[in-house]
């Protein structure tokens, strides 16, 4: 049974900072595309970062030179350092492992984590 856990949500001021990780079972991160989204009240689900299996990365425009996705395979854990945090951030922040193996693929997503920017 595949499982993704995230951590590190909360109440932060704007400005501040927070890094969220993301624990995967089940499954070997090392051969996944993996990802963070976010959804906020009222809207869609939208791409934040995503991080290659070559640690390639890819950013949202909103937060390009604010958050930074990296990788540890042999904790089988992503993480996202959000830094000069706005209250446009406050979302639920969505964890994604993407397995590609052409034509399919294969999505396994988090229960997700708070993230609230408010003083």
């Known amino acids: 049974q595949v499982q993704l856990v995230e951590s590190g949500g909360g109440l932060v001021q704007p400005g501040g900072s927070l890094r969220l990780s993301c624990t995967a079972s089940g499954i070997s991160i090392n051969i996944y595309y993996m990802g963070w989204y976010r959804q906020a009240p009222g809207k869609q689900r939208e791409l934040v970062a995503t991080?290659?299996?070559?640690?390639?990365?890819n950013y949202a425009d909103s937060v390009k030179g604010r958050f930074a996705i990296s990788r540890d395979n042999a904790k089988n854990t992503v993480f996202l350092q959000m830094n000069s945090l706005k209250p446009e951030d406050t979302a639920v922040y969505y964890c994604n492992a993407r397995y590609i193996q052409y034509p399919s693929v294969r999505d396994y997503w988090g229960q997700g984590t708070q993230v609230t920017v408010s003083s």
């Open positions: 991080i290659t299996n070559g640690d390639g990365t």
